[in-house]
């Protein structure tokens, strides 16, 4: 790897909703930029970016596949750094790790469907991390397709000032090109999938109007990011070149005023190479995004990491996947500094030095083994022992820590159990592989049946896990019906006094504290502590111990045993024994006291709710919402698109929702389709409540009293 510009770097992913064609436009960029000879499509399960074996069989993206490609524009070659995400909301997790490191990215929408529930989703992610986007409208070739209906779904829809950058040829079957508004020409693409399939003419006649049009909305929009523009806009619009609409259109793209949107059918191989150029042309390279933000633990300062590799070397571990061959890989991004293979790294969450044995480029699932990496790359790297996704690596004589990722709770379990003793060990291994790759999957045993509970982001989620369970690691087991993740909360206030006393002949225990126990303010979750004790009646020493038995204790509400998700402690005052107090006293101290004070503090229980959008023919509108309503499903919209389908937003209890695809599939003869993505919790009716404590078999045990 010879050092290169990082001015022609693009650290670029491929984000959409379910079906709207991102890995197949991923393997038109893998073909048209030479890394891929034969092109692979995802509905023969031929596609490079889809390895998995399940994904293969399901047409789905699963998990986020890295690679990279070069690109020539304008006479230089651009290096690609590329991740394609899934679409599935089971799997965000992958797309919420993989936008944290991107400097950019393309969301594609497909022309008919236009923007879809989990487009809106992964958009407000990338809003999250700042990430500026180009916009690709996909299957312009399907019958329904309309470029500019899309266009204005992205304004109305997202809040985005969607600009486009050229206007379709055509439409449905007779799409045959594109005309560029900023050179003025029409592109028109032949058949085939030759590396060069188009040619450069003049604007049909009968686009001529409406391209001029549109040019003038587009220099309008490229003059109010480049207020040098504005005079020019107004007294000669002619007068503006090619490269100064280009680089306007580039500052209000990386700026996130403007999102340049452009058009193709990846499945036809038309409008890939125009996106290809726009990639270059406005997403940003790591210098275009500049420092990052840091913490140095030394001190506990903020830093700033500058994107060149005579920096201190700091990366971010994003990702972590189990390879057959090369065993754990971590995936990190470079932010500064430049790391040699073989060379040792400080993880700055445990303060342990660690030695990267290997360093790889990656090509979906096969690596490519390099030397170096600098500041503005993404690589995976071999040879840690103890990393987690979301830790800091760093040069050993630095402790720095980049701003790490969250991610969103489990909301439905299953319980597994090896089918023969010798898949006992086996399953305990494989499942802490998999919990280690991925954040959103948890796994926990069920201390009254001693059962393991599996959790995930949803049914399609845990059925890929338990294929690879069988598949990867040859574990078979049974598995119980799914089961819903309640919380549980309080609603009401109250103080409390836990005196904790225990004399065994020597030494005893000793503590004393007052509280005051109620609902956290509103948007925390977890344990909100707050010391309030004057004058040292418990001495500084034991206040962590206090907070901590609250964090520990809030694993198991008091109704069915299921976490708190929220609470907020004050420790008012409180005494101590110069002997027989110590840091347990006080930690169980804090157990027990919140075992006796949270029943008084009218305690509930929570529900995952699902925001549900579902797309059906008119006919079967009447039976669809008859069968939410059923389901204590709450609607809050019904729109129409354009060719005459109903949509229907509902927010419907996780609990009821298990087997609906079904359901639905059945009460529409096929015809309607379905999206659920969590959205909240919210409080159980009574009678059910009562329900799902007498079915938990909850009691508080003796330890805990």
Request: proline share 4%.
């Amino acid at each position: 790897m010879a050092k290169r510009d990082l001015k022609y770097t693009r650290n670029i992913g491929i984000m959409a909703h379910i079906d709207a064609g991102k890995t197949t436009t991923s393997e038109r960029i893998l073909y048209y930029t030479g890394k891929t000879h034969k092109l692979g499509e995802v509905h023969e399960g031929a596609a490079t970016m889809d390895w998995m074996v399940q994904e293969q069989e399901r047409g789905i993206t699963i998990t986020s596949a890295a690679t990279t490609a070069f690109w020539n524009y304008n006479g230089n070659s651009y290096q690609i750094n590329l991740i394609d995400t899934p679409g599935h909301v089971d799997f965000t997790v992958e797309v919420e790790r993989s936008l944290r490191v991107l400097d950019g990215t393309v969301a594609t929408f497909c022309a008919v469907g236009r923007v879809q529930p989990q487009s809106e989703t992964v958009w407000r992610q990338a809003d999250k991390y700042r990430v500026p986007k180009i916009a690709y409208i996909n299957k312009m070739d399907r019958v329904g397709a309309d470029f500019l209906a899309c266009v204005e779904e992205i304004k109305t829809k997202l809040g985005a000032t969607a600009v486009p950058l050229c206007l379709p040829i055509g439409s449905e079957e007779k799409f045959l090109g594109i005309v560029d508004l900023i050179a003025n020409k029409a592109i028109v693409y032949k058949p085939g999938d030759d590396l060069v399939n188009y040619e450069i003419t003049d604007v049909p006649e009968e686009m001529v109007d409406s391209v001029a049009l549109w040019r003038d909305k587009l220099l309008e929009a490229a003059a109010e990011c480049e207020e040098s523009l504005m005079d020019k806009y107004f007294e000669d619009p002619e007068s503006i070149t090619e490269e100064e609409i280009i680089a306007a259109i580039r500052k209000g793209t990386i700026g996130m005023q403007i999102v340049p949107a452009c058009c193709g059918s990846s499945f036809k191989n038309k409008g890939v190479q125009f996106l290809l150029d726009a990639v270059m042309r406005y997403l940003p390279s790591p210098l275009d995004i500049g420092e990052t933000k840091a913490t140095n633990l030394q001190n506990d300062t903020e830093i700033s990491l500058k994107p060149e590799a005579s920096e201190q070397f700091c990366a971010l571990v994003f990702k972590i996947a189990t390879d057959p061959f090369v065993g754990r890989l971590a995936y990190i991004r470079v932010y500064s500094g430049h790391l040699d293979a073989g060379s040792y790294v400080v993880n700055s969450r445990s303060g342990k030095k660690e030695r990267v044995a290997r360093l790889y480029q990656m090509h979906s699932n096969h690596q490519n083994p390099i030397e170096f990496v600098e500041a503005g790359d993404i690589c995976a790297a071999v040879g840690f022992k103890d990393l987690r996704t979301g830790d800091t690596i760093c040069s050993e004589n630095c402790k720095f820590s980049l701003e790490s990722m969250e991610f969103p709770d489990p909301v439905i379990g299953i319980a597994v159990e090896p089918k023969t003793q010798k898949d006992l060990d086996k399953l305990g291994v494989a499942l802490a592989k998999l919990a280690e790759e991925d954040p959103t999957f948890t796994v926990k045993s069920d201390h009254d049946t001693g059962q393991t509970v599996i959790s995930g982001m949803g049914e399609l989620h845990l059925d890929i896990i338990v294929d690879r369970l069988r598949r990867e690691f040859g574990v078979e087991i049974n598995q119980g019906a799914p089961q819903v993740n309640y919380k549980e909360a309080i609603t009401g206030t109250t103080q409390h006094r836990e005196v904790f006393k225990k004399q065994t002949g020597g030494r005893g225990k000793f503590a004393d504290i007052i509280v005051e126990i109620g609902p956290a303010d509103e948007g925390v979750t977890g344990l909100q502590f707050d010391n309030q004790v004057k004058g040292g009646n418990v001495p500084k020493e034991f206040i962590p111990c206090v907070q901590k038995g609250f964090e520990s204790a809030m694993a198991n509400g008091v109704l069915a045993g299921y976490e708190v998700q929220a609470l907020k402690v004050t420790i008012v005052d409180g005494s101590y024994h110069p002997v027989d107090s110590d840091q347990l006293s006080f930690e169980l101290a804090a157990r027990m006291a919140f075992r006796h004070a949270c029943p008084k503090c009218s305690p509930v229980i929570l529900e995952p709710i699902m925001n549900l959008e579902v797309v059906t023919p008119e006919d079967y509108m009447g039976e669809i919402v008859g069968d939410l309503n059923r389901r204590r499903g709450q609607i809050v919209a019904m729109d129409s698109t354009s060719n005459g389908a109903r949509i229907v937003k509902a927010y419907v209890p996780l609990s009821e929702q298990f087997g609906y695809v079904t359901v639905l599939r059945t009460l529409s003869s096929g015809r309607a389709t379905s999206t659920m993505s969590f959205d909240h919790y919210s409080e159980v009716p009574a009678s059910m409540a009562k329900e799902i404590i007498e079915k938990s078999g909850y009691k508080l045990s003796s330890d805990d009293e």
